[in-house]
């Protein structure tokens, strides 16, 4: 089980960088893939990238044109998404989610969620 909560989401201006948190509290993080997704009002939620429990390895969706890194510090529990040249398609509630890769071919565990608007 794993309890997970995002932060660093806020209204800016098209063409900022923004870094987004993830904050996970779980037995055995590094177990644990790890993903971002997000959410338009409306919309259906999509993935915007994954990174495995060791970190070794990354996917990206391929709208994010190398704009998006995501990242993970399993010392700190904590993975990262940064965010460059952001455009106003960009706007959504940003949500990560885990997968226990030992366990689960889905992912099962989600925070609540942060929102990033971007104006133009």
């Known amino acids: 089980q794993v309890q997970l909560v995002e932060s660093g989401g806020r209204l800016v201006q098209a063409g900022d960088s923004l870094r987004l948190s993830c904050a996970a509290s779980?037995?055995?993080?590094?177990?644990?893939?790890m993903g971002w997704f997000r959410q338009a009002p409306g919309k259906e939620r999509e993935s915007v990238a994954a990174i495995s429990g060791s970190g070794s390895t990354r996917a990206y969706a391929n709208y994010v044109k190398g704009r998006f890194t995501i990242s993970r510090d399993n010392a700190k529990n904590t993975v990262y998404l940064q965010m460059n040249s952001l455009k106003p398609e960009d706007t959504a509630v940003y949500y990560c989610a885990a997968r226990d890769q030992g366990a689960s071919p889905r992912y099962d565990y989600w925070g609540q969620g942060t929102q990033v608007t971007v104006s133009s």
């Open positions: 779980g037995r055995t993080f590094s177990s644990y893939g």
